[in-house]
Structures are given as structure tokens and as C-alpha cells.
């Protein structure tokens, strides 16, 4: 269990108390649809509905059962009495238990949706601030053109949405009950307690299903987490990489009196972001074993059991707090935009290469004989450190087509910007009114 990583209100949720307070709640829904299909008795279940459990006695009771469920169930008889015969009535374990885990699933997801809302909100507002703070736009890791800073956070920004919109659907399919008896033929108990008892818990019944409910749901549930932790990881890379002492564009918090290494003091180090990347690697871990989960003998067999004790509320705990992690990183964030321009200059104009070879095309050169006299002179450039446009000039290839005035308005940075609104536009993004 990733203890050290888990934030109080996630934490509750699956907290031993939470579970036991959830099969209760379960318990109880059932016994209310019983009620109302007059199999218990009115004055019955005034008790009933004031049902407790003692977790020092369900441990005690454990010592011998070896068994949850019927340790927790001896447990609430104690506080009943004569009434407790109408407790599970008609029920196995894992209507119980899969019913209340789907209970978790869902308030965990409010949480990890709401943690996603935030995130957005906080991109969307960076994205806004960054505009049009101009940067090297690089592509396997070379510089490419011109990009803004903005862009690239409203990228992320779009993608949380989708993740968002995953979430919910994720949550949607695992927010089902199951109360059909031992291998799901409601022979014990009839699909009307089924209905009304998961109507009471804000629950859809489970179309068909076998002694639980089947785990290609809590597989897509983990998935999406997972998904979600790569997309984190992928923006906490990318500031990574922006953060290395030969870029340095943007920088994560640093507090004050932080230290970054034990045996050197000057170290400003990633560890946020690095820790994202981590723990992403363990949610997708956790995937691969919440596949393994589908598949079970027949109805059921148990081995799906053990690990979901671990994978369910790590990977809930996990991404909750990856995301508030994240979300104030980017809240943080140094932005260095005279490093970003330092960069933008770094090749002495190579990045408005295109723009020479579009230009020349425009003229009527064909683009590959375009091509080779845009490509020669960039590599002389590049691998004699010599300013681009100067040797354009001195090209009687390339004046013979466009004159100094014609190739000096070729590099304008502000051409790259020109869409940048309708971008934002697009995505909603607005600048807040002054």
C-alpha cells in the first residue's frame, strides 16, 4: 500500500472502517427491499436499521473464520440479537462485498474528478498567462519552429479534458450493484431486491452476472487511472526536459531552505515531476493486473481477490495525489521566457528554414532544387556556426529570386503566432476580462 503518497479524504474511502461501514450499508439496503416486499416484519427493522459492528470483535472473529465476511456478519448479529437472522438473508459474500466496492469506486472517482477539475482550471490559467510567451518548438528533440508557451500547455489542457471525460465514463460502468445469489441466478433472492436495494444505494443493477460482477469493469476503471498517470507523466517529462541546465525555461518549485543534493549544494533538481514519472510506472503495473483479474474459473474463483485489496486503492490513493501534486507544480512554475528567446536564437535564424523554402517554391523553383539550396547553406550554418540569413544573402542562388528586403521579412517570429487566437478560441480558452 502507497501509504506515504495518500491524502486524508481518499484515504478514508479505503479505510477498513469505510469498507465495513459500506457492507453495512449494503446490509441494510437489502433488508429494506425485503421490507418492502413484506419478508420482514415492520417491527424488525427498527432494530435493524440501528445495526453496528465492532472491528476488535471482527479481528477476533477472523482468528477463526478465516473468512471477512462472516467474521463481520457474527459481528453485527451481536448487536442485533433475534433480528440478525434477517442480516444477508439470501445473500453470498461477494454480493456484499462487489456491491460496496463499486460504493468506493465511485466516491473515490468524485475525488480524482474533482482533483482533474482543478488541474484543468490551473492549465487553463497558465495556458492564458503564456500566450504568447514565445519558445523553440523542438521535434525528436531538435529545434523545429517557433511555438508559445501557451500552446503547449493548452495541449495539456485538452488532453486532461479527454481524461476527464474517460473518468466519467469509467465511472459510469463500475457504479453498479449486484445482489443475485451465489452464482447470479437470484435463486435465494429475487432481481426485485436486487432493484429496489440498489435504487436505495444510488446504484444500476448489473444486467446478468455471475457470483460477482464481472472485471473487464474495474479493469477499464484502472485503465482509465492509468491513462490518466501517463498523461501526467508525459507533461512532468516535458518540464523535465525544459528544466535541464542547458535549456532551463521553466523550473519547478524550489522552496526556500529545500535541498536538491547531499553532497552538492548549487542542485535544483526535478524530484516533483521525477516522482509523477515514478509513480506512473506503478499505476501502469496495476493495469496489467487488473487484466489478469478478468478471467476467472466458472462463476468465480478467488484469485482476484488478494490483488485488488492492493491495486484498487493504491491506484485510487496514487493518482489523487499525483494530480494535486501536479497540480501545484504547474501552479509554481518558474517560466523563464528570456531563456526561451536566448533559445529561439540559438541557430542563428536555421528555424525559419521552411520559410526560405516556401518563399523560393513561391518564386517558381521546384521544391527539391528549393530543397538543396535551402538545405546547403543551413548546414554550413549549423556546422560552422555562421549566421543563416547572412549566407542566404551572399547565395547568388537565392538572391537571384528574393531580394535582401524579401528575405529579411522571412524572418519574423511573429509569423508563427498568427493562428494562435483562433487556437485558443477553438478550445475555449478565453483571457479573462480586465
Request: hydrophobic share 40%; aromatic share 8%; net charge neutral.
Amino acid at each position: 500500500m502507497i501509504e506515504r503518497y495518500s491524502r486524508p479524504r481518499m484515504k478514508k474511502i479505503w479505510s477498513d472502517k469505510s469498507k465495513f461501514d459500506k457492507w453495512l450499508e449494503v446490509e441494510l439496503a437489502v433488508c429494506e427491499a425485503w421490507l418492502a416486499l413484506g419478508e420482514i416484519p415492520k417491527e424488525a427493522i427498527t432494530k435493524i436499521r440501528k445495526a453496528t459492528y465492532d472491528p476488535d470483535r471482527i479481528a477476533e472473529f477472523f482468528k477463526v473464520t478465516h473468512h471477512d465476511m462472516t467474521a463481520f456478519l457474527k459481528s453485527v448479529a451481536e448487536s442485533l440479537g433475534e433480528e440478525s437472522r434477517f442480516i444477508h438473508l439470501g445473500l453470498t459474500s461477494s454480493d456484499v462485498m462487489d456491491t460496496a466496492l463499486s460504493l468506493q469506486l465511485k466516491e473515490a472517482a468524485n475525488i480524482l474528478s474533482q482533483d482533474i477539475g482543478d488541474l484543468i482550471s490551473t492549465l487553463e490559467n497558465k495556458a492564458i498567462e503564456h500566450k504568447y510567451t514565445i519558445m523553440m518548438g523542438r521535434t525528436h528533440g531538435v529545434h523545429a519552429e517557433p511555438t508559445t508557451f501557451g500552446l503547449k500547455i493548452a495541449l495539456w489542457v485538452e488532453e486532461m479534458k479527454r481524461n476527464a471525460e474517460r473518468l466519467q465514463d469509467a465511472t459510469r460502468i463500475v457504479s453498479v450493484g449486484k445482489i443475485s445469489g451465489a452464482v447470479g441466478t437470484y435463486a435465494t433472492v429475487s432481481p426485485e431486491v436486487e432493484k429496489i436495494a440498489c435504487q436505495k444505494l444510488g446504484l444500476i443493477p448489473a444486467p446478468i452476472s455471475s457470483q460477482i460482477i464481472q472485471r473487464d469493469r474495474h479493469a477499464q476503471f484502472v485503465a482509465t487511472l492509468a491513462i490518466t498517470a501517463s498523461s501526467l507523466e508525459k507533461f512532468a517529462t516535458e518540464i523535465r526536459n525544459l528544466q535541464r541546465t542547458e535549456i532551463l525555461e521553466v523550473e519547478e518549485p524550489f522552496e526556500p531552505g529545500q535541498t536538491g543534493s547531499s553532497a552538492m549544494p548549487h542542485k535544483r533538481n526535478p524530484e516533483l515531476c521525477e516522482r509523477i514519472c515514478g509513480l506512473a510506472r506503478l499505476m501502469r503495473g496495476y493495469v496489467t493486473t487488473s487484466l489478469e483479474n478478468v478471467a476467472l474459473w466458472h462463476e468465480r474463483d478467488i484469485s482476484h481477490s488478494s490483488t485488488e485489496r492492493i491495486i484498487m486503492p493504491d491506484s485510487c490513493l496514487a493518482l489523487d495525489y499525483m494530480l494535486s501534486l501536479f497540480t501545484s507544480v504547474i501552479k509554481g512554475l518558474k517560466v523563464y521566457s528570456e531563456n526561451m528567446r536566448r533559445n529561439l536564437e540559438l541557430t542563428q535564424g536555421l528555424i525559419f528554414s521552411q520559410r526560405i523554402l516556401l518563399a523560393l517554391i513561391d518564386k517558381g523553383l521546384n521544391r527539391e532544387k528549393a530543397y538543396q539550396i535551402v538545405q546547403r547553406n543551413a548546414m554550413e550554418a549549423w556546422q560552422q556556426r555562421k549566421n543563416f540569413l547572412s549566407l542566404l544573402e551572399a547565395d547568388n542562388q537565392v538572391t537571384a529570386h528574393l531580394t535582401k528586403s524579401e528575405l529579411e521579412s522571412l524572418f519574423d517570429y511573429s509569423y508563427y503566432l498568427k493562428y494562435v487566437d483562433n487556437i485558443f478560441e477553438r478550445l475555449g480558452l478565453v483571457s479573462p476580462s480586465p
